[in-house]
C-alpha cells in the first residue's frame, strides 16, 4: 500500500498530459455536421454539361443507380433539398427540378440565386391560347391581353414561386380605370401544347378574371 502511494504524485501529472494531448485529436474527428443538416432551398442551374447533353436524375446517388429524369444543359431552377452524399471522389446532392425529386452530381450544378423582384421567372413573356384565339404579353410590370383585337392594358405584380415546386408562380393584374384584374399562375413545364401544331412551349399559363372567365394557354420567354 506504501509502495502505491509513493509512485502516485509521479503518475498523476502524465495521466493530465496524455489526457490534455488526446483533446485535439477528439475534436477534430468531429467532422462536419450530418448530410441531413446541409442548407435547402437553394436556387441551382445546369453547369459543365455540353449542349447537346443532359444532367440525369437518378434515385439514389450513384451513378448506376434507375434514371428518374434530365435536366436539359441550360437548365435553371433546381431546388437543393438539402442531403448530400459523397461517393468515392463525387459528391451527390438531392433536388427538386420540374416536380422530379432524385440525385444529381454536384459537379453539375451552380449557384442561381433569384432576383428579389421576379423570384426566378423572367417577366418577358409571349403567351397565347387557342379557340378561342387570345394573346397575352408581359414585360416587367406590364401585362396585355388582346382577345382578337381587343386589347385591355393590366398593371401585373411581381411573381411569387411557390412554396414548395420552384417552377410554379402566381401573379396578379389590375386595370383601375376599367375595373378589371385578376390572378395568373405560371408553370414552367418545356412541354405545353397549343393543341394545333407540333411545336411545344416551355410555359403553361392558367389566368382568371374578375369576371369569372378564365383562360389557359402556353407561354415562351420573347426573344
Known sequence: MMTTLKYLPKTIPLLLTLILSLAPLQMASAG???AGDSPSGEIYAVTRVERDDVLNIRSR?????????????????????????SVGQSTWREIEYQGMRGWVNARFLAAQPAGPDTDGL?????????EPFWNIHIQGSRMELD???DKTSFAV????ASANHVNIWSMTFTNTA????GVAFVERTGHCSDDMSDHLYEYTLRARFGDGAVLSGCCNLKP
Open 32 to 34: 462536419p455536421p450530418p
Open 61 to 85: 446517388p450513384e451513378a448506376s443507380a434507375t434514371l428518374i429524369g434530365t435536366i436539359p444543359s441550360d437548365g435553371t431552377g433546381i431546388r437543393l433539398l438539402g442531403p448530400t452524399a
Open 122 to 130: 423572367e417577366m418577358n413573356l409571349q403567351c397565347l391560347g387557342t
Open 147 to 149: 382577345r382578337m383585337g
Open 157 to 160: 405584380s411581381a411573381p411569387v
Open 178 to 181: 376599367a375595373g378589371a384584374g
